[in-house]
C-alpha cells in the first residue's frame, strides 16, 4: 500500500492549523476529498516519515524553538504514528479487542504492550483464535 497509498487529515481552526481526521487511504479510488492535506504514504515512512510527523508536533529548533502543535488528538497522532511506524502494530492492531488478547495482556505496562515480541504474540494469539 505504500506505493499508491496517502496519509490525509484535514485542518481547520484559525490559520488552518490544527489537523485531526488522520487517515490511510487508497491513491486512487478511495481517496476522500473531504480532507484538506495529504501526503503520499511512503513520505510518511521510515527515518524521513517519523521526522515529517514530528514537525506536526513541533517546529523544533530549526524553526526557532516555535512549538506549532496544532494535532487536535494527541491519541489520534499517536494512533497513526503507531500505524505507520511500528512493524507489526497494524496487524496487530486488528486483534486489540480479542478477548483471549486482552485477557493475556491485562494490566500491560504502557510501553510493554508495544514492543515487537509483544506485537507478533498479539498476532499468533489473533490468528490461531481466527484459524488462519
Request: net charge neutral.
Amino acid at each position: 500500500m505504500a506505493t499508491t497509498g496517502l496519509l490525509i487529515w484535514k485542518l481547520s481552526g484559525e490559520q488552518r492549523r490544527q489537523k485531526s481526521g488522520f487517515s490511510i487511504v487508497h491513491q486512487y479510488g478511495c481517496d476522500d476529498y473531504r480532507a484538506s492535506s495529504s501526503i503520499l504514504l511512503a513520505d510518511a515512512l521510515g527515518w524521513d516519515g517519523q521526522s515529517f510527523l514530528t514537525a506536526m508536533l513541533s517546529k523544533g529548533p530549526m524553526n526557532n524553538g516555535v512549538a506549532d502543535s496544532g494535532v487536535l488528538s494527541l491519541d489520534e497522532f499517536v494512533e497513526i504514528f503507531r500505524r505507520l511506524q511500528l512493524p507489526g502494530y497494524e496487524e496487530a492492531r486488528r486483534y486489540f479487542r480479542d478477548p483471549t488478547v486482552q485477557e493475556e495482556f491485562r494490566g500491560v505496562r504502557e510501553m510493554h504492550g508495544y514492543e515487537q515480541d509483544v506485537l507478533a504474540r498479539i498476532v499468533e494469539l489473533g490468528r490461531k483464535r481466527r484459524g488462519k
